[in-house]
Nanobody, 120 residues
Framework: QVQLVESGGGLVQAGGSLKLSCASS????????MAWYRQAPGKQRELVAR???????DYADSVKGRFTITRGNVKNPVYLQMNSLKPEDTAVYYC??????????????WGQGTQVTVSS
């Protein structure tokens, strides 16, 4: 099982920027998709952005034009650049990887999350 650790969260004023990173405990090669999710207090976890192995991206409507998901390397496979942050972006952000298995199935890994707090 791949272990993921997010970093880059913190406290920022509205309008500011942060870049989240996702580090893997081992080299990840057979990636089906990578994504960032977030969960605000009292709310369900929601998809923020996803990128497939082919490079296709998908964003939540609330972050389109402000956030950018990009691929990294085998040990730091995915990043999330967040610009023009708003107080409503405050949440714990989670890295998610879906990897192909040799059996043909997939295996999903989650990080522990990093807190992003945007002050008004």
């Amino acid at each position: 099982q791949v272990q993921l650790v997010e970093s880059g969260g913190g406290l920022v004023q509205a309008g500011g920027s942060l870049k989240l990173s996702c580090a893997s405990s081992q080299s990840v090669l057979s990636i089906k998709a990578m994504a960032w999710y977030r969960q605000a207090p009292g709310k369900q976890r929601e998809l923020v952005a996803r990128i497939t192995s082919g490079g296709s991206t998908d964003y939540a409507d609330s972050v389109k034009g402000r956030f950018t998901i990009t691929r990294g390397n085998v040990k730091n496979p995915v990043y999330l650049q967040m610009n023009s942050l708003k107080p409503e972006d405050t949440a714990v952000y989670y890295c998610n990887l879906v990897l192909w298995q040799v059996t043909g199935g997939t295996n999903e890994s989650w990080g522990q999350g990093t807190q992003v707090t945007v002050s008004s």
